[in-house]
């Protein structure tokens, strides 16, 4: 009796060792930065640089076609394209925070707060993991686009890696049901 109650409770105490275990980051990781600091640091930036690479200007002067011309100008929305691919696989580390503790939404009528959105992550992994592939996906084209030198290419994948973003934030940031309530309050 007394030998079945300890090897139960040896049994328990290893479940909660493993249980405890799935939340701590795995050895080789030592993630510091949040999800809201990698958008915030790397993953907008560089997007921006390639957004910001291809534009076309329409004014009374005429329609100007804004693409990367020189080496230098190329080389420059390669490192963008390689910082942002890169950042998804950041994004998938496990044990990475949101935000920082104390961190609040900006606006809580429309966005979840860190906290809730973590909870969504860790809910469904494999979901998160999808999203962050998705915009993986969409940024290699644009890393294709850029070897070749071919602006249309790198415009093309601009607009993918747009929608890329938006899946995600759709789910985990500002959900249409969130603004929805947030317009039947008003
Ligand atoms: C895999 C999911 C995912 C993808 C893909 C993603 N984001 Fe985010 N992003 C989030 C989440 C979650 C937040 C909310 C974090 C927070 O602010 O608490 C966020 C927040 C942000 C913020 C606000 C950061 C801040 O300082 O509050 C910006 C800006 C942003 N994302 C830009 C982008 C851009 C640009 C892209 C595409 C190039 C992108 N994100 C793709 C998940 C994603």
New binding site residues.
Partial sequence: MRRSAWVCGAGISLVLVAACKDREPPAEYRPTAT??DI??SI??PS?DVLWDSVVTIVSAAGIEEKRPRTEEEWLTVRRSAVQ?IEATNL?LIPGRH??RPG?R??DSKVELG?EE?ETLINGDRQA?TN??R??HDAAVPALKAIDAKNGEGLFDAGGR?DT??EN??LR??YPPSKQAAAAGRQ
Wanted: charged content about 20%; glycine content about 4%; proline content about 4%.
């Fill in positions: 999800v809201k958008m915030d993953v907008d997007a942002l994004l949101v935000a961190e939404a900006e860190p959105i998160w999203f962050a998705g915009l890696i890329a973003c995600c934030h985990y940031w």
